[in-house]
């Protein structure tokens, strides 16, 4: 997951009718680019102030604009995806000895 942050959310459906969570900073420019590639069931909302992906996708599951099944199926898909998927981050250290073992043939 990136450290981006986003001014605008929310889902559109793709001409193949896939629904999928949409993510930008200018709602004008995002509503004429999905348009433009005729998306439909457009729903977007800006957001008091940029929040990254995880956050907006909490928001948008209690936002009453996408409590329609298509909606809450594409917002959950894209989390299970993207959002659970936590980076493992190991820290080297030296193992310390403590005692030696002297082994007789």
Known sequence: MDSRTFKVAGI???????????????????IKTLNMRKHTDV????????L?????????????DFTGEAAQ????????RNVGKPKLEIEPTVA????????KA
Do not use: W
């Not at 990254?52 to 009453?64: P, Q």
């Open 73 to 80: 199926t594409a917002i959950t898909q894209y989390v299970k």
């Open 43 to 50: 729903k977007l909302v800006e957001l008091e102030k940029p």
């Open 52 to 64: 990254s992906k995880a956050d907006i996708c909490s928001f948008l599951m209690s936002h009453s």
């Open 12 to 30: 559109s459906t793709a001409p193949n009718g896939q629904t999928k969570v949409r993510f930008a900073n200018d709602y004008v420019g995002r």
């Open 96 to 103: 310390p000895i403590h005692t030696t073992t002297e082994v």
